[in-house]
Protein backbone atom coordinates (compact mmCIF):
# COMPACT_ATOMS: atom_id res chain seq x y z
CA UNK A 1 0.00 0.00 0.00
CA UNK A 2 2.72 2.14 0.89
CA UNK A 3 5.10 2.92 -2.09
CA UNK A 4 7.98 4.67 0.66
CA UNK A 5 8.16 4.24 4.09
CA UNK A 6 8.26 7.39 4.94
CA UNK A 7 4.46 7.80 3.81
CA UNK A 8 3.74 5.44 6.25
CA UNK A 9 5.60 7.59 9.13
CA UNK A 10 4.26 10.85 8.33
CA UNK A 11 0.35 9.14 7.95
CA UNK A 12 1.17 7.88 11.52
CA UNK A 13 2.48 11.02 12.85
CA UNK A 14 -0.96 12.72 10.97
CA UNK A 15 -2.99 10.38 12.94
CA UNK A 16 -1.22 11.19 16.35
CA UNK A 17 -2.14 14.63 15.68
CA UNK A 18 -5.68 14.12 15.68
CA UNK A 19 -5.35 12.52 18.41
CA UNK A 20 -3.24 14.97 20.62
CA UNK A 21 -6.25 17.43 19.68
CA UNK A 22 -9.22 15.54 20.53
CA UNK A 23 -7.50 14.92 23.61
CA UNK A 24 -6.38 18.53 24.23
CA UNK A 25 -9.83 19.54 23.24
CA UNK A 26 -11.64 17.58 25.26
CA UNK A 27 -11.83 20.02 28.38
CA UNK A 28 -12.38 23.22 26.27
CA UNK A 29 -15.42 21.41 24.95
CA UNK A 30 -16.73 20.06 28.20
CA UNK A 31 -15.90 23.06 30.22
CA UNK A 32 -19.41 23.81 30.23
CA UNK A 33 -20.29 20.92 32.51
CA UNK A 34 -17.24 20.48 34.02
CA UNK A 35 -16.94 24.04 35.81
CA UNK A 36 -20.69 23.59 36.87
CA UNK A 37 -20.38 20.16 38.38
CA UNK A 38 -17.21 21.16 40.37
CA UNK A 39 -17.98 24.49 41.32
CA UNK A 40 -15.37 26.45 39.05
CA UNK A 41 -15.13 30.55 38.05
CA UNK A 42 -14.13 31.49 35.01
CA UNK A 43 -10.52 32.23 36.71
CA UNK A 44 -10.04 28.95 38.16
CA UNK A 45 -11.14 27.57 34.77
CA UNK A 46 -8.44 29.89 33.26
CA UNK A 47 -6.16 28.46 35.54
CA UNK A 48 -6.93 25.41 35.13
CA UNK A 49 -6.29 25.27 30.88
CA UNK A 50 -3.23 27.26 32.09
CA UNK A 51 -1.67 24.56 34.13
CA UNK A 52 -1.82 22.11 31.08
CA UNK A 53 1.13 24.24 30.14
CA UNK A 54 3.58 24.35 32.50
CA UNK A 55 4.10 20.80 32.01
CA UNK A 56 4.00 21.11 28.20
CA UNK A 57 6.06 24.50 27.50
CA UNK A 58 9.05 22.62 29.74
CA UNK A 59 8.95 19.07 27.99
CA UNK A 60 8.50 20.32 24.45
CA UNK A 61 12.33 21.02 24.70
CA UNK A 62 13.22 17.90 27.05
CA UNK A 63 11.24 16.35 24.66
CA UNK A 64 13.48 17.42 21.64
CA UNK A 65 16.11 17.31 23.39
CA UNK A 66 15.63 13.43 23.78
CA UNK A 67 14.35 12.79 20.56
CA UNK A 68 17.94 14.28 19.11
CA UNK A 69 19.74 11.25 21.81
CA UNK A 70 17.22 8.55 21.68
CA UNK A 71 15.23 9.08 18.71
CA UNK A 72 11.81 10.04 17.35
CA UNK A 73 10.04 6.44 17.75
CA UNK A 74 11.26 5.79 21.08
CA UNK A 75 10.39 9.23 22.64
CA UNK A 76 6.71 9.74 20.96
CA UNK A 77 6.16 6.23 22.33
CA UNK A 78 6.02 7.13 25.99
CA UNK A 79 4.79 10.50 24.71
CA UNK A 80 1.50 9.00 23.69
CA UNK A 81 1.44 6.65 26.06
CA UNK A 82 1.79 9.27 28.96
CA UNK A 83 -0.63 11.68 27.66
CA UNK A 84 -3.44 9.00 27.31
CA UNK A 85 -2.71 7.99 31.13
CA UNK A 86 -3.40 11.38 31.81
CA UNK A 87 -6.78 12.29 29.48
CA UNK A 88 -8.12 9.66 31.12
CA UNK A 89 -7.56 10.42 34.85
CA UNK A 90 -9.17 13.82 34.14
CA UNK A 91 -12.14 12.20 34.17
CA UNK A 92 -11.04 11.09 37.86
CA UNK A 93 -10.58 14.64 39.09
CA UNK A 94 -12.52 15.83 41.69
CA UNK A 95 -11.70 19.34 42.16
CA UNK A 96 -9.22 22.62 41.21
CA UNK A 97 -6.76 21.29 42.89
CA UNK A 98 -6.89 17.52 41.32
CA UNK A 99 -7.61 18.76 38.19
CA UNK A 100 -4.68 21.22 37.84
CA UNK A 101 -2.43 18.44 39.11
CA UNK A 102 -3.91 16.19 36.46
CA UNK A 103 -3.08 18.99 33.56
CA UNK A 104 0.31 19.52 34.42
CA UNK A 105 0.37 15.84 33.84
CA UNK A 106 -1.22 15.76 30.59
CA UNK A 107 0.69 18.56 29.34
CA UNK A 108 4.04 16.72 30.62
CA UNK A 109 2.76 13.50 28.32
CA UNK A 110 1.89 15.94 25.28
CA UNK A 111 5.16 17.83 25.56
CA UNK A 112 7.20 16.02 23.52
CA UNK A 113 4.70 15.81 20.48
CA UNK A 114 5.73 18.55 17.98
CA UNK A 115 9.47 18.64 18.19
CA UNK A 116 9.65 14.96 17.84
CA UNK A 117 7.24 15.03 14.99
CA UNK A 118 9.44 17.51 13.16
CA UNK A 119 12.43 14.95 13.76
CA UNK A 120 10.96 12.33 12.58
CA UNK A 121 10.80 14.43 9.51
CA UNK A 122 14.02 15.71 9.26
CA UNK A 123 15.01 11.72 9.89
CA UNK A 124 13.19 10.34 7.45
CA UNK A 125 12.39 13.33 4.59
CA UNK A 126 14.57 15.15 1.66
CA UNK A 127 14.52 18.70 2.25
CA UNK A 128 12.54 19.44 -0.92
CA UNK A 129 9.40 17.87 0.84
CA UNK A 130 10.21 18.80 4.38
CA UNK A 131 7.83 21.42 4.44
CA UNK A 132 4.90 19.44 2.69
CA UNK A 133 5.60 16.55 5.46
CA UNK A 134 5.47 18.96 8.24
CA UNK A 135 2.57 20.30 7.41
CA UNK A 136 0.76 16.98 7.28
CA UNK A 137 2.45 15.72 10.60
CA UNK A 138 0.87 18.59 12.22
CA UNK A 139 -2.65 18.52 9.72
CA UNK A 140 -3.76 16.28 11.81
CA UNK A 141 -4.08 18.46 15.35
CA UNK A 142 -7.07 20.98 13.84
CA UNK A 143 -8.49 17.49 12.58
CA UNK A 144 -8.50 16.21 16.22
CA UNK A 145 -9.81 19.62 17.37
CA UNK A 146 -12.77 19.45 14.65
CA UNK A 147 -13.74 15.81 15.71
CA UNK A 148 -13.33 16.28 20.00
CA UNK A 149 -16.63 18.77 18.88
CA UNK A 150 -19.45 16.53 17.96
CA UNK A 151 -17.35 13.22 20.02
CA UNK A 152 -17.20 14.99 23.32
CA UNK A 153 -20.32 16.59 23.23
CA UNK A 154 -22.26 13.77 22.46
CA UNK A 155 -20.73 11.98 25.62
CA UNK A 156 -20.95 14.67 27.44
CA UNK A 157 -24.57 15.08 26.85
CA UNK A 158 -25.26 11.38 26.84
CA UNK A 159 -22.65 9.99 29.28
CA UNK A 160 -21.53 12.75 31.26
CA UNK A 161 -18.03 14.46 31.23
CA UNK A 162 -16.05 12.23 32.95
CA UNK A 163 -16.83 9.38 30.14
CA UNK A 164 -15.77 11.55 27.30
CA UNK A 165 -12.03 11.65 28.88
CA UNK A 166 -12.24 7.82 28.65
CA UNK A 167 -12.95 7.12 25.58
CA UNK A 168 -10.37 10.16 23.84
CA UNK A 169 -7.78 8.12 26.08
CA UNK A 170 -8.48 5.08 24.82
CA UNK A 171 -7.87 5.70 21.51
CA UNK A 172 -4.25 7.31 21.64
CA UNK A 173 -3.46 3.34 23.21
CA UNK A 174 -4.56 1.86 20.17
CA UNK A 175 -2.78 4.07 17.78
CA UNK A 176 0.36 3.53 20.53
CA UNK A 177 0.51 0.15 19.56
CA UNK A 178 0.68 0.46 15.57
CA UNK A 179 2.91 3.13 16.10
CA UNK A 180 5.54 0.90 17.82
CA UNK A 181 4.64 -2.13 15.37
CA UNK A 182 5.07 0.27 11.57
CA UNK A 183 7.32 2.98 12.76
CA UNK A 184 11.43 3.40 13.52
CA UNK A 185 13.99 6.01 14.49
CA UNK A 186 15.85 6.14 11.32
CA UNK A 187 15.45 4.85 7.70
CA UNK A 188 19.33 4.18 7.67
CA UNK A 189 18.81 1.74 9.99
CA UNK A 190 15.48 0.54 9.46
CA UNK A 191 15.21 -2.63 7.33
CA UNK A 192 11.85 -2.12 5.52
CA UNK A 193 13.61 0.88 3.63
CA UNK A 194 14.51 0.02 0.25
CA UNK A 195 17.81 1.16 -0.60
CA UNK A 196 16.32 3.67 -3.36
CA UNK A 197 14.21 5.73 -0.47
CA UNK A 198 17.62 5.93 1.50
CA UNK A 199 19.11 7.54 -1.46
CA UNK A 200 16.35 9.83 -2.36
CA UNK A 201 16.46 10.61 1.41
CA UNK A 202 20.22 11.29 1.93
CA UNK A 203 20.64 13.41 -1.58
CA UNK A 204 18.53 16.31 -0.52
CA UNK A 205 20.22 17.25 2.48
CA UNK A 206 20.23 20.54 4.02
CA UNK A 207 24.15 22.03 3.16
CA UNK A 208 26.20 21.78 5.78
CA UNK A 209 27.34 24.45 7.90
CA UNK A 210 29.94 26.32 6.40
CA UNK A 211 31.17 29.03 9.35
CA UNK A 212 33.50 28.27 11.87
CA UNK A 213 36.01 25.67 9.84
CA UNK A 214 32.28 23.27 8.96
CA UNK A 215 31.84 22.85 13.03
CA UNK A 216 28.87 23.10 14.51
CA UNK A 217 28.72 24.46 17.85
CA UNK A 218 26.40 23.57 21.08
CA UNK A 219 23.34 23.54 21.51
CA UNK A 220 23.70 26.87 23.33
CA UNK A 221 24.45 28.99 20.39
CA UNK A 222 21.72 28.19 18.66
CA UNK A 223 19.19 28.82 21.12
CA UNK A 224 20.81 32.49 21.16
CA UNK A 225 20.64 33.36 18.26
CA UNK A 226 18.44 35.98 16.48
CA UNK A 227 16.55 34.18 13.75
CA UNK A 228 15.89 31.49 16.74
CA UNK A 229 14.36 33.69 19.29
CA UNK A 230 12.66 35.85 16.36
CA UNK A 231 10.61 32.37 15.29
CA UNK A 232 10.21 31.70 19.21
CA UNK A 233 8.43 35.15 18.82
CA UNK A 234 6.36 34.80 15.93
CA UNK A 235 5.16 31.32 17.53
CA UNK A 236 4.47 32.43 20.75
CA UNK A 237 2.29 35.08 18.80
CA UNK A 238 0.63 32.02 16.77
CA UNK A 239 0.04 30.36 19.97
CA UNK A 240 -1.34 32.88 21.85
CA UNK A 241 -4.32 33.10 18.96
CA UNK A 242 -4.31 29.19 19.02
CA UNK A 243 -4.97 28.56 23.28
CA UNK A 244 -7.14 31.58 23.15
CA UNK A 245 -9.28 29.79 20.61
CA UNK A 246 -8.28 26.28 22.15
CA UNK A 247 -9.29 27.19 25.50
CA UNK A 248 -11.74 29.90 25.47
CA UNK A 249 -13.77 30.31 21.93
CA UNK A 250 -16.18 27.37 23.44
CA UNK A 251 -16.94 28.88 26.25
CA UNK A 252 -16.69 32.83 24.77
CA UNK A 253 -19.94 30.93 22.07
CA UNK A 254 -21.96 29.55 25.66
CA UNK A 255 -21.42 32.45 27.94
CA UNK A 256 -21.05 35.87 24.92
CA UNK A 257 -23.38 34.03 22.27
CA UNK A 258 -25.90 31.97 24.36
CA UNK A 259 -25.22 28.70 22.07
CA UNK A 260 -26.39 25.62 24.06
CA UNK A 261 -23.64 22.76 24.60
CA UNK A 262 -25.00 20.88 21.36
CA UNK A 263 -25.03 23.76 19.08
CA UNK A 264 -21.63 25.10 20.28
CA UNK A 265 -19.92 21.49 20.00
CA UNK A 266 -20.95 21.22 16.08
CA UNK A 267 -20.18 25.00 15.61
CA UNK A 268 -16.71 24.78 16.74
CA UNK A 269 -16.39 22.06 13.78
CA UNK A 270 -15.75 25.22 11.29
CA UNK A 271 -12.60 26.29 12.48
CA UNK A 272 -11.22 23.58 12.85
CA UNK A 273 -11.86 21.97 9.38
CA UNK A 274 -10.35 25.38 7.67
CA UNK A 275 -7.88 24.92 10.03
CA UNK A 276 -6.76 21.24 8.87
CA UNK A 277 -6.70 22.66 5.25
CA UNK A 278 -4.32 25.52 6.23
CA UNK A 279 -2.06 23.48 7.95
CA UNK A 280 -1.39 21.09 5.40
CA UNK A 281 -1.23 23.45 2.68
CA UNK A 282 0.92 26.33 4.11
CA UNK A 283 3.86 23.37 4.19
CA UNK A 284 3.16 22.41 0.59
CA UNK A 285 2.73 26.38 -0.55
CA UNK A 286 5.63 27.03 1.26
CA UNK A 287 7.39 24.29 -0.72
CA UNK A 288 6.43 25.08 -3.79
CA UNK A 289 8.02 28.71 -3.29
CA UNK A 290 11.17 27.00 -2.43
CA UNK A 291 11.64 25.17 -5.77
CA UNK A 292 10.56 28.42 -7.73
CA UNK A 293 12.77 30.37 -6.26
CA UNK A 294 15.41 28.51 -4.53
CA UNK A 295 15.59 30.24 -1.36
CA UNK A 296 14.01 28.16 1.52
CA UNK A 297 13.98 30.68 4.06
CA UNK A 298 12.65 33.64 1.75
CA UNK A 299 9.92 30.98 1.27
CA UNK A 300 9.07 30.50 4.55
CA UNK A 301 9.28 33.72 5.56
CA UNK A 302 6.89 35.10 3.25
CA UNK A 303 4.20 32.64 4.30
CA UNK A 304 4.37 33.48 7.79
CA UNK A 305 4.71 36.85 8.15
CA UNK A 306 1.72 37.14 5.38
CA UNK A 307 -0.44 34.60 6.73
CA UNK A 308 0.48 35.64 10.51
CA UNK A 309 -0.75 38.98 10.11
CA UNK A 310 -4.43 38.50 8.22
CA UNK A 311 -4.83 35.96 11.35
CA UNK A 312 -4.11 38.86 13.98
CA UNK A 313 -6.63 41.10 11.55
CA UNK A 314 -9.42 39.01 11.70
CA UNK A 315 -9.01 37.89 15.64
CA UNK A 316 -9.41 41.60 16.30
CA UNK A 317 -12.15 42.48 14.28
CA UNK A 318 -14.01 39.29 15.87
CA UNK A 319 -13.83 40.41 18.88
CA UNK A 320 -16.34 43.61 17.65
CA UNK A 321 -18.64 41.14 16.40
CA UNK A 322 -22.06 41.26 17.67
CA UNK A 323 -23.38 37.53 16.82
CA UNK A 324 -22.45 34.16 17.05
CA UNK A 325 -22.26 33.95 13.10
CA UNK A 326 -20.12 36.56 12.25
CA UNK A 327 -17.84 36.00 15.19
CA UNK A 328 -17.69 32.25 14.26
CA UNK A 329 -16.89 33.16 10.88
CA UNK A 330 -13.86 35.96 11.45
CA UNK A 331 -12.56 33.25 13.62
CA UNK A 332 -12.89 30.45 10.98
CA UNK A 333 -10.75 33.06 8.81
CA UNK A 334 -8.07 33.12 11.49
CA UNK A 335 -7.70 29.72 12.34
CA UNK A 336 -7.19 28.87 8.84
CA UNK A 337 -4.25 31.87 8.03
CA UNK A 338 -3.26 30.87 11.54
CA UNK A 339 -2.64 27.43 10.67
CA UNK A 340 -1.08 28.17 7.11
CA UNK A 341 1.82 29.21 9.38
CA UNK A 342 1.80 26.01 11.17
CA UNK A 343 4.55 24.28 9.76
CA UNK A 344 6.83 27.48 8.90
CA UNK A 345 7.99 27.12 12.30
CA UNK A 346 9.44 23.59 11.99
CA UNK A 347 11.04 23.80 8.81
CA UNK A 348 12.66 27.59 9.58
CA UNK A 349 14.52 25.25 12.14
CA UNK A 350 15.14 22.38 9.42
CA UNK A 351 16.40 25.28 7.20
CA UNK A 352 18.71 26.54 9.41
CA UNK A 353 19.91 24.08 12.13
CA UNK A 354 22.04 21.25 11.56
CA UNK A 355 20.33 17.98 11.75
CA UNK A 356 21.98 17.15 15.21
CA UNK A 357 20.30 19.65 16.81
CA UNK A 358 16.92 19.71 15.05
CA UNK A 359 14.79 18.06 18.04
CA UNK A 360 16.67 20.47 20.26
CA UNK A 361 16.11 23.92 18.70
CA UNK A 362 12.91 22.67 17.64
CA UNK A 363 11.84 21.85 21.54
CA UNK A 364 13.62 24.89 22.20
CA UNK A 365 11.53 27.36 20.39
CA UNK A 366 8.15 25.19 20.90
CA UNK A 367 8.18 25.37 24.79
CA UNK A 368 8.89 29.32 24.69
CA UNK A 369 6.04 29.63 22.33
CA UNK A 370 4.14 27.72 24.44
CA UNK A 371 4.60 29.97 27.48
CA UNK A 372 1.59 31.95 25.48
CA UNK A 373 -0.29 28.64 27.13
CA UNK A 374 0.60 29.49 30.59
CA UNK A 375 -0.18 33.37 30.13
CA UNK A 376 -3.23 33.45 27.71
CA UNK A 377 -6.11 31.17 29.14
CA UNK A 378 -5.58 32.62 32.56
CA UNK A 379 -4.90 36.43 31.48
CA UNK A 380 -8.44 36.17 29.51
CA UNK A 381 -10.30 34.66 32.34
CA UNK A 382 -8.87 37.90 34.66
CA UNK A 383 -10.16 39.79 31.47
CA UNK A 384 -13.15 38.14 31.58
CA UNK A 385 -14.01 38.33 35.27
CA UNK A 386 -13.11 41.53 35.50
CA UNK A 387 -14.40 43.36 32.36
CA UNK A 388 -17.67 40.67 31.99
CA UNK A 389 -16.76 40.74 27.55
CA UNK A 390 -14.59 39.04 25.83
CA UNK A 391 -13.45 42.30 23.46
CA UNK A 392 -10.37 42.86 25.01
CA UNK A 393 -9.45 39.82 25.42
CA UNK A 394 -9.76 39.33 21.11
CA UNK A 395 -7.68 42.64 20.71
CA UNK A 396 -4.41 41.58 22.90
CA UNK A 397 -4.47 38.20 20.97
CA UNK A 398 -4.02 39.80 17.65
CA UNK A 399 -1.82 42.36 18.95
CA UNK A 400 0.81 39.64 20.30
CA UNK A 401 0.26 37.80 16.85
CA UNK A 402 1.29 41.88 15.10
CA UNK A 403 4.62 41.70 17.45
CA UNK A 404 5.12 38.46 16.27
CA UNK A 405 5.43 39.47 12.22
CA UNK A 406 7.54 42.27 13.22
CA UNK A 407 9.97 40.65 14.76
CA UNK A 408 10.19 37.91 11.77
CA UNK A 409 10.47 40.60 9.28
CA UNK A 410 13.25 42.44 11.03
CA UNK A 411 15.68 39.31 12.59
CA UNK A 412 14.93 36.07 10.27
CA UNK A 413 17.13 36.68 7.46
CA UNK A 414 18.81 33.76 4.91
CA UNK A 415 21.92 32.98 6.94
CA UNK A 416 22.64 29.30 8.12
CA UNK A 417 22.96 29.38 11.69
CA UNK A 418 26.83 28.13 12.51
Not at 201 to 206: G, Q
Not at 280 to 304: E, H, N, Q
Not at 354 to 375: D, E, K, R, Y
Request: hydrophobic letters at 55%.
Amino acid sequence: MWKKRRHLVVFLLFLAGIINYMDRSALSIAAPAVSSDLGLSPSEMGLIFSSFFFGYAIFNFIGGYLADRAGPHRIFSASMGVWSVFCAATGLATGFVSMMLVRIGFGIGEGPFSATANKAVSNWFPRREAGGAVGIANGGTPLGGAIAGPLVGFCVVQFGWRFSFFVVAAIGLVWLAFWMALASNDPATDPRVTAEERREIAADRPAPLAQDGGQAGGLGRYLRNPVVLATAFAFFGYNYILFFFLTWFPSYLTMARGLSLHDMSFVTVIPWLLGCVGLIGGGFLSDAIYRRTGDALFSRKIVLSTCLGVAAIAIILAGFMTTATSAVALVAVTVCALYLTGSIYWAIVQDTVPASHVGGVGGFIHGLANTAGIIGPAVTGYMVQSTGSFTSAFILAGAIAVLGVIAVLIYVRPARLA
